[in-house]
């Protein structure tokens, strides 16, 4: 099982303010930075979780 991390007060309000900015919509890049996280690295996870939602279905 992986460890779930608490995202800091300026994490959350770093990444409220890029998606208010893009109307709902947050760029990979954008996500990366608040989450002090490497672009690359957000993007496989994203694809990996993704994979097991559609073959869930």
Known sequence: MSQQQQLSANQIAYLNRA???GKGLIEIGELARGLGKRPDNVKR??????RRIIYSI
Do not use: G, P, V
């Open 45 to 50: 996870k994203l694809e990996r979780i993704f």
């Open 19 to 21: 998606m208010s900015d």
